[in-house]
């Protein structure tokens, strides 16, 4: 008969245990896979936006092309692991003026928060106009404008 209970003693617990804590323990899991999954994806757009933004840096930057203004469509997706997000830039400004300058591109994820940043490398004659990506957005896009004196002015469109 003490076998019984001590079977009950040891048995009851652990199976307790199992209904409780390995549904928790995998809900966790599965979230923390999911979260890190979204912060690689968010971070590749990220990468791809700030590697666009030099780009046409280096390429309207040439002496060859005069004062313009030019619009970058939006290259990217509409949704990052299903989740629309939001793109803001800031320019560090050194004191300096002909030193290097980098933009610093952040995206947001709506709904669940998640953000990556990447940096542009840019030269000295960039200005940056406060602006807002929305990946969703029609006009989602890049704008830059080329003055005469050769300064270039970035914001995005959308």
């Known amino acids: 008969m003490t076998s019984v209970t001590i079977e009950y003693v040891i048995m009851i617990p652990l199976l307790l245990t199992q209904v409780i804590i390995f549904p928790f323990v995998a809900s966790t899991m599965t979230s923390n896979w999911q979260n890190s999954q979204r912060n690689v994806e968010l971070q590749d757009t990220a990468d791809h936006l700030a590697s666009t933004i030099q780009q046409l840096y280096l390429t309207i930057n040439s002496q060859d092309v ?89 914001s995005f469109g959308g």
């Open 66 to 154: 005069l004062a313009c203004n030019v619009t970058q469509a939006s290259t990217l997706p509409l949704t990052v692991a299903s989740y629309p997000f939001t793109a803001t830039g800031s320019l560090n400004n050194p004191p300096d003026h002909g030193a290097t300058k980098i933009l610093r591109v952040t995206l947001t994820m709506d709904d669940v928060g998640n953000t990556a940043s990447a940096n542009a490398v840019l030269g000295p004659n960039v200005q940056w106009t406060e602006s807002t990506f929305r990946s969703t957005s029609s006009d989602a896009s890049i704008i830059v404008t080329k003055f005469s004196n050769g300064t270039l002015s970035f």
